[in-house]
């Protein structure tokens, strides 16, 4: 009888003890996960690649790093309007933004109102893209209002190609407010210059040479529009997540280490 009530005993013992190793073992805690919004196509900072079925491109690439460096699971966002993508931005409806986000100059001081920036992490300008046929030429491939100013020009809503086109076209020549088509989507922007409903394509220059280079040839670069705009990845304003810190951190040890520079040649080929 004591012989059978000790291997009882065992027995509930050691089954106890997988129930136990089960709950502690099998099922560990999910990542956190970062929510990172971003807006396609504008390739190469991001676009969606349908054979791989994910998003891609050099800003994806860091905020992988970032999610890595602190222990979460990138989770990206798409926001067909990107006017839409810095209002969730600064309401704090994602936990941060990669999409080519300009941080300085007269749009950056508005975006620094309700976002708050990373360390900038690329240096841009604005480019200019027309159909091939397009006659006209820019002086040293640099553009400014002499050639663009009585042009029908399409730029996408919210960014800094509208901000220069409302700084610089406008006053400079009144009359051609109303030839200015203002876009949500890139997507939308380039048919309808590819449709001849306008002439030029304002555009941030990587993205435009990324689009010409896949237009087989039915496109061009016209030239560039010389705006010195720094690049940063963005949060709510006042960074209530405490992120900055870790982004910085990430983006300090890839300059550092080669890996930035790695990440410019896998994407600005």
Known sequence: MTSAIAIVVA?????AGLGAGYFIYSTPAAKAKLTVATNVPFPPFESYNDTLGRFVGFDIDIASLIANATGRQLVVRNFDNFDLLLTTVGNGGVDMAASGITMSGTQGAKRNLTMSFSNPYYNANQAVITLAGDTTTCPNNVCDQ?????????????TTSEGWVDTNIKPFDPNNATDIHRYGSVTTELQELKNGVYEFMIIDAGPAANIVSGSSSTL????????NELYGFAVAKGDPQSLVPSINTVLAQIKASGVYDQLLAKWFK
């Open 11 to 15: 027995i509930i013992a050691f089954l």
């Open 146 to 158: 002499s050639e663009l100013g009585n042009k029908t020009i399409g730029v996408q809503s919210g």
């Open 220 to 227: 061009k670069l016209l030239g560039t529009i010389i705006t």
